[in-house]
């Protein structure tokens, strides 16, 4: 299937590695030019290289931490003919309200939460200036199934949702689908830092896969796949919603 992307310029922040990279990856074989945005200079030049080598694109690093001041518009400056827009960068940690304190909450947030509504402040306008374009949010399952032990997580995710949503129902009038995606459990190194520090209670790595649909955590093209096709005119049709892909774990708690 032709997803009429070649030549699209894409935004990804959080490129430099998981889930990002297999975004920019997914991207990069449709032929999309790339803006790639994480901290790490040398992870980002890393992918930069591989792909531009792989794929013959053109690809564009800028090293920055989002919730620096002035980094939201400098990205934007950087990329402000972008057609495609993917927040991606962050991870909001896990614990329990007393667990998770008010300095790391309000970090993590400041990159995940506002990191995600601010970019869109700053790119929403240059889109609709030229006419349109796709902003994608990467999220997080999470959202929609709160719990105790990721309440930072949970509120975050449930935020933006929420945003997703308010914001792209009238983004149409201004040529613009917004949309989210809600990965589930994701085989990246965050994940299995997680499961090994679970499996210090006595319950193995290989026990909580076991747990999960399929026994195993989805694979990052899994999720960078819908990405791409979501900003394809292939979906020209959606905006305003949330896509989660966990396996049918969510489902499964609802039954």
Known sequence: MDLKLAGKRVLITGASQGIGEALAEAFAEEGCALHLVARSAEKLNAVAARLGDQF??????LPVDITAPGAVETIAAGAQDVDVLVNNAGAIPGGNLWEVGA?????SWDLKVFGY???VRAIYPRMKARGGGVILNNIGSGGENFDFDYVAGSAGN???MAFTRSIGGRSLDDGIRVLGVNPGRVAT???YQVLQAR?????TIDDQLRCLPMGRPANA?????????????RSAYTSGAIFTVDGGMTARRSI
């Open 56 to 61: 013959q694109v053109p690809v564009a690093v």
């Open 103 to 107: 300095e790391c909450w309000r970090r």
């Open 117 to 119: 509504i601010d970019l």
């Open 158 to 160: 449930a935020a933006l």
């Open 189 to 191: 190194e965050r994940l």
């Open 199 to 203: 499996s210090a209670n006595g319950v």
């Open 221 to 233: 093209r899994e999720i960078a796949d819908l990405f791409v096709f979501l900003a394809s005119p």
